[in-house]
T-cell receptor
């Protein structure tokens, strides 16, 4: 069975700082997708970034980038120039290719302080 | 972008009654939708995969007779919590798959059973 582990229950940084959220996963699949979702206090799940396992290049979306290490089964999220609006729960998620469903990590509560 | 509408956002019901939650894909067709349950400060737990025109696939430990899922059209899936009890109180979230574009989530339903 696939599992996703986020080892940091909570993190807190100052506005404008850079923060990295950790995620590891376990799978025997070779092709799969990885995601980072943000859940603000409204509880709406928002896609932050996604990565296809067959792509070696790390995905980036403006201030958000990932460090995807396939051999190590690691998928960390880096948030640059953090903003107050980045305060939220962040969930790492895994989806085997063709299996459709998402497996979520436990989440990391990120607080950006002014 | 793709939108998934979930209704109601909040519902309070008496113990023993049934509650229906709707999940609609507004601008795309969703042959597959997913239903999650989220307890306070915890991650999303997949309850079932809803397939248009066929029976839902339930995760281990989820009572299919309590959590009835109907996916009668390509844009609508419903979750009915039957004979609700206080322990069914939770936050329920639906999502729809968009192929390689990932998953779009509804805004969630907070169910309180009194």
């Amino acid at each position: 069975a696939q599992t996703v582990t986020q080892s940091q229950p909570e993190m807190s940084v100052q506005e404008a700082e850079t923060v990295t959220l950790s995620c590891t996963y376990d799978t025997s699949e070779n092709n799969y997708y990885l995601f980072w979702y943000k859940q603000p206090p409204s509880r709406q799940m928002i896609l932050v970034i996604r990565q296809e396992a067959y792509k070696q290049q790390n995905a980036t979306e403006n201030r958000f980038s990932v460090n995807f290490q396939k051999a190590a089964k690691s998928f960390s999220l880096k948030i640059s120039d953090s903003q107050l609006g980045d305060t939220a729960m962040y969930f790492c998620a895994f989806s085997p290719q063709g299996a459709q469903k998402l497996v979520f990590g436990q989440g990391t509560r990120l607080t950006i302080n002014p | 972008g793709a939108v998934v509408s979930q209704h109601p956002s909040r519902v309070i019901c008496k113990s023993g009654t049934s509650v229906k939650i709707e999940c609609r894909s507004l601008d795309f067709q969703a042959t597959t939708m997913f239903w999650y349950r989220q307890f306070p400060k915890q991650s999303l737990m997949l309850m079932a995969t809803s397939n248009e025109g066929s029976k839902a696939t339930y995760e281990q430990g989820v009572e299919k007779d309590k959590f009835l899922i109907n996916h009668a059209s390509l844009t609508l899936s419903t979750l009915t919590v039957t004979s609700a009890h206080p322990e069914d109180s939770s936050f329920y979230i639906c999502s729809a798959e968009q192929g390689h574009d990932g998953y779009t989530f509804g805004s969630g339903t907070r169910l309180t059973v009194v």
